[in-house]
């Protein structure tokens, strides 16, 4: 199979593998931190989770954006196929596992700082599993992208960018106020 600039393509069967190892690695290496709970690492721990999810964002905040310019091209142009590739790569490389490391560093935290109590804590997890929802909205998009079944216009994209923010807002006020 040819994709982009005549490279030959595997099914992304590679990419897979590769993926899968990673979160394997990652797996056992958290349920060693957990197993240690290394106190002396909390604080090294909620920077490594603060920069995993601002990479997160990142890309929950530029995957409909793309979508937005996607939906404006005609289906099967150079544009069009461009667009599917950095989106592919995007959620593959950046999203993905950026959300799996924010979840499994969060709820170290979580279960280490706060022993996974407290109505903010709570809403906050709330939060996150509406914000893991979008996440899979954004995949399946992208899938049906790439197999030129989008059926959304471009405005859709633009209110959908919008949830990830608002999200975010609300999760950023219950972590830094702790308002219950």
């Known amino acids: 199979m040819n994709g ?40 090294w721990i909620k920077a490594l989770h603060v920069i995993a999810v601002i990479a ?3 890309g929950m905040l530029y995957l409909p954006r793309l979508f937005v310019y996607h939906a404006e091209v005609p289906v099967g142009s150079p544009q069009s196929e461009t667009f599917k590739v950095m989106e592919r790569r995007l959620l593959r490389a950046i999203i993905n596992p950026a959300m799996v490391v ?11 700082g706060f022993g996974l109590t407290g109505g903010w804590l709570h809403a906050k997890i709330l939060l996150v599993l509406l914000l893991s929802g979008v996440h899979g909205y954004l995949s399946r998009a992208v899938r049906l992208f790439a197999e030129d079944r989008n059926a959304r216009l471009p405005r859709h994209w633009r209110i959908v960018n919008e949830v990830p923010t608002l999200l975010m807002i609300v999760i950023v006020i219950l972590v830094i106020v702790k308002p219950f």
């Open 4 to 43: 982009p600039a005549g490279q030959t393509t595997h099914g992304g069967t590679g990419a897979a593998r590769r993926a899968a190892v990673a979160v394997v690695i990652f797996v056992g290496l958290a349920a060693l931190l957990f197993w240690l709970a290394p106190r002396d690492l909390y604080l």
């Open 56 to 58: 997160w964002m990142a």
């Open 102 to 112: 924010s979840w499994v560093l969060g709820l170290w935290l979580a279960w280490t």
